[in-house]
Nanobody, 126 residues
Framework: EVQLVESGGGLVQAGGSLRLSCAAS????????IGWYRQVPGKEREGVSA???????YYADSVKDRFTISSDNAKRAVYLEMSSLQPEDTAIYYC????????????????????WGKGTLVTVSS
């Protein structure tokens, strides 16, 4: 059974930092790229960042220079280090996986993802 389990969300003040984790199981980690997506109620889900097993990483313009994605293939985990958080970063953050033949060439749209976690809430207070 495929599972993606997010953790690390919480409440943080503006300017603060959080580290999200995504633990993956049930599929061949090397054959998939993992992405982080976020959604505010009433709005569409949007891509934040994604990484493939070769280390290729992509970011949404809104988080470049503030967020860093990384992966630990041995632990089958992907992390999202978020710094300089702003109230507009408040959302439910989802981890998702997509099968790739070689590597990612761009940040995939949410519709392209094969599997999803249940999400973790990040709240940034002003």
């Amino acid at each position: 059974e495929v599972q993606l389990v997010e953790s690390g969300g919480g409440l943080v003040q503006a300017g603060g930092s959080l580290r999200l984790s995504c633990a993956a199981s049930g599929f061949s980690f090397d054959d998939y790229a993992i992405g982080w997506y976020r959604q505010v109620p009433g709005k569409e889900r949007e891509g934040v960042s994604a990484i493939s097993s070769d280390g290729s990483a992509y970011y949404a313009d809104s988080v470049k220079d503030r967020f860093t994605i990384s992966s630990d293939n041995a632990k089958r985990a992907v992390y999202l280090e978020m710094s300089s958080l702003q109230p507009e970063d408040t959302a439910i953050y989802y981890c998702a996986a997509v099968s790739v033949l070689t590597r990612l060439w761009m940040l995939p749209s949410p519709d392209a993802m094969d599997y999803w976690g249940k999400g973790t809430l990040v709240t940034v207070s002003s």
